[in-house]
């Protein structure tokens, strides 16, 4: 059987609401991400963060989750602490919406292509996820979530067709992300109260 990972990387947030205080928001998006994949089947889930955000980690991760510590928060950092997996994937922290499927999705295309990437939504670089064989592929460049595209990674595969790129979603990375959150969609709670409360208003 084939053992699946998908890792939460609780990278540095750059963008927070007017009035929400920075760390109340980062870890609130992470809370909501590490809650969304506890609802996923068939892989097994973690967490990823450098040593001086472990606090964050201890903070919203479910009893019996895995942390693993890297030096700096990239993927290609994250796929290398990862041992005794056949699959992975590293998604970003700041997509509390996001729907488990979108997840699945990036997952599938492993049974017949190395690497699937999941873009971010909209205008702008950046991807929401990276899944991949493991052993991770020697021609997998360095990869950024905020910085990335699939056509670098396509450009750097021995061929374009081994790297699938799955349906986008969007990280919340400033006002025009934010205004796009339904809040009919079930889930986000940790995000939906922050934004609702106190400091929201203030």
Same mark, same amino acid.
């Given at each position: ?71 700096? /928060?990239?993927?290609? +950092? !994250?796929?290398? =602490? ?6 992975? $994937?590293?998604? #970003? @922290?700041?997509? %509390? ?62 061929? /374009?067709?081994?790297? +699938? !790129?799955?349906? =986008? ?6 006002? $025009?992300?934010? #205004? @796009?959150?339904? %809040? ?19």
């Amino acid at each position: 059987m084939t053992r699946r990972v998908v890792v939460a990387l609780l990278g540095p947030v750059t963008w927070s609401p007017p009035g929400v205080d920075p760390v109340d928001w980062r870890t609130a998006l992470a809370e909501d991400t590490v809650d969304l994949l506890a609802t996923l089947s068939e892989v097994e889930t973690a967490v990823a963060v450098t040593p001086a955000d472990r606090w964050l980690a201890d903070a919203v991760i479910w009893p019996g989750t895995a942390v693993h510590e890297v030096a700096e /928060p990239t993927v290609n +950092a !994250v796929l290398a =602490a990862l041992t005794g997996y056949d699959q992975a $994937a590293v998604v #970003a @922290a700041d997509a %509390p919406d996001l729907p488990g499927l979108t997840l699945g999705k990036l997952l599938r295309p492993l049974t017949s292509r190395p690497v699937a990437l999941a873009p971010v939504e909209g205008e702008g670089p950046g991807l929401l996820g990276v899944a991949t064989r493991l052993p991770v592929p020697g021609w997998l460049p360095a990869l950024d979530l905020d910085a990335a595209v699939p056509a670098d990674v396509r450009r750097a595969a021995p061929a /374009p067709g081994d790297v +699938a !790129v799955t349906p =986008a979603w969007r990280r919340l990375r400033g006002p $025009a992300d934010l #205004a @796009a959150l339904n %809040p009919a969609v079930e889930g986000w709670e940790a995000t939906r109260a922050l934004l609702s409360g106190p400091a929201r208003r203030s």
